[in-house]
């Protein structure tokens, strides 16, 4: 559903690790969505609920395809834990990395507060995070 791509191009590239990525790389590259793999996801849910998840540079692009728009919202200091501590993928663990998550994570809630998303706390027990998200999708 996304990958990195050049900004200039709009082509996707490989995505570059530490220490082979310069200094420049995430200025010059952005993580987006792939327009054709959405609007083939939206031509199959018609009317099923689902979810499309994560934080694309273009996901305004895509605005008129959701019916809801849910933000996860946690701390800086929650997010630098997890990331650190995840075993499951490794992107955030180099020190330019990160600084780019923790960047992103200001202009993410700006954005998703103005398009009036609802925001939920993530650092609540995930029994409660599901459950106010199933709540904020029923009427869909």
């Known amino acids: 559903m996304s990958a990195w791509y050049d900004n200039q191009t709009l082509e996707p590239v490989a995505f570059l690790k530490a220490p082979d990525r310069p200094a420049d790389w995430f200025e010059k590259h952005d993580f987006r969505l792939s327009t054709e793999r959405v609007k083939e996801l939206a031509d199959c849910a018609k ?31 929650t997010m630098t834990q997890r990331v650190t ?3 499951t993928n490794n992107f955030g663990k ?7 998550m923790l960047y992103w994570h200001g202009k993410m809630l700006e954005r998703y507060e103005e398009w009036g998303a609802a925001m939920i706390d993530a650092n609540q027990p995930l029994d409660t995070v599901v459950k106010e998200i199933l709540e904020q999708t029923e009427n869909l």
């Open 85 to 87: 501590e995840r075993t």
């Open 94 to 100: 180099s020190p330019d990395e990160l600084a780019q």
């Open 47 to 77: 009317d099923k609920l689902i979810f499309l998840c994560g934080i694309p540079a273009n996901d305004k692009e895509f605005r008129d395809y959701y019916d809801k728009v849910i933000c996860l919202v946690i701390d800086k200091e």
